[in-house]
């Protein structure tokens, strides 16, 4: 679609709000993201990767299920709902659809009852849109999902539009942020930042020499250049080490702290990835 959809209207203003601090924050801890997108692998499902990051979760796809409106039966709502009980982490992620959440979304709340209960739960919302202006959106998205927060004693930890707040909203899930939202996201200082210089040896540090293609080699920028990365993460948990700059599939994880050769750089837009010899990507999210 061409143009804006709010072409016309009138500018709204931010409303306050107010946000809880998580309570989930280990690696181990049960995700679940309930996509209220018709798009099983659309812009707010790929919206949700990019929070999560390198953190497990089960997406739950409302466009899968069968939810009526609320008054002609109950459809597939308890499959639904039984899933978000099951989790410590729940991150819903709408489309903007005329300036508010989903269909979806709205059906599946107007069914819940109010002695159900999903209390001690994080909540986080995302929120996926054409335009960049969504402050009536996230207004309409914010009273409803916190009331909902509020009734069923879940600790509302943010709403993310833009790249900076979901990358906000993933240190928050990682116990990585600052209680103040506003702070930059840099990582943690390191405790011995001036003293990578023993690398940990990566596992074939003698044979950099053939490294797998990646799956889209026009769209990356790949220069050699070697050096030492450190991983800056969460202490405790690692990152993924993928077979290409892509990160579709990884082998096995390099904890936070450790320091490795890197040989090669591959840039496309805003992502850095490093490789740590042959088919081994590290994201540079959490490598430098
Ligand atoms: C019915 C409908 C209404 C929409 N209304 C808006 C809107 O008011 N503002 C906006 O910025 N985008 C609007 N969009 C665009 C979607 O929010 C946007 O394309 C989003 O990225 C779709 O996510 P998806 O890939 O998960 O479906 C609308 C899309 C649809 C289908």
Redesign the pocket.
């Known amino acids: ?1 061409s143009g804006s ?2 072409a016309n209207a009138r500018t709204v203003s931010a409303a306050p709000q107010t946000f809880a601090e998580p309570h989930h924050t280990n690696a181990s801890d049960r995700r679940v993201f309930l996509n209220a ?3 099983v692998n ?4 790929a919206l949700a990767k990019n929070l999560f990051g390198n953190l497990t979760y089960k997406q739950v796809n409302l466009a899968s299920y069968n939810i009526p409106q609320v008054g002609q039966g109950d459809g597939d709502f308890s499959k639904v709902w039984d899933q978000l009980k099951d989790a410590d982490v729940i991150v819903i992620g709408t ?5 508010n959440m989903s269909g979806y979304l709205k059906t599946f709340i107007d069914h819940l009852q109010i002695n159900n209960d999903l209390a001690n739960r994080d909540l986080y919302m995302i929120v ?4 960049s202006d ?1 402050t009536l ?1 996230i207004n309409s998205v914010y009273g409803t999902m916190n009331r909902v927060a509020i009734r069923f004693n879940m600790n509302f930890v943010g709403i993310g539009q833009t790249t900076e707040q979901i990358n906000q909203l993933h240190n928050k899930m990682i116990g990585n942020a600052p209680s103040n939202p506003t702070t930059p996201t840099t990582p943690t200082t390191p405790t011995n930042p001036t003293t990578p210089s023993e690398p940990t040896t990566p596992s074939n540090p003698t044979t950099p020499s053939v490294p797998s293609t990646p799956s889209t080699p026009d769209s990356w920028t790949i220069t050699d250049k070697k050096g030492v990365g450190r991983v800056y993460y969460t202490p405790g948990y690692g990152i993924n080490v993928w077979t290409n700059p892509d990160g579709s599939t990884f082998t096995k994880r390099i904890n936070h702290g450790t320091s490795w050769k890197y040989f090669k750089i591959a840039k496309k837009a805003n992502k850095t990835m490093y490789n740590l010899s042959g088919n081994q990507w590290v994201d540079g999210a959490y490598f430098r």
């Open positions: 679609m959809w709010a997108s018709q798009n659309g812009n707010t499902s489309p903007v659809y005329w300036s996926q849109s054409s335009d969504q959106a």
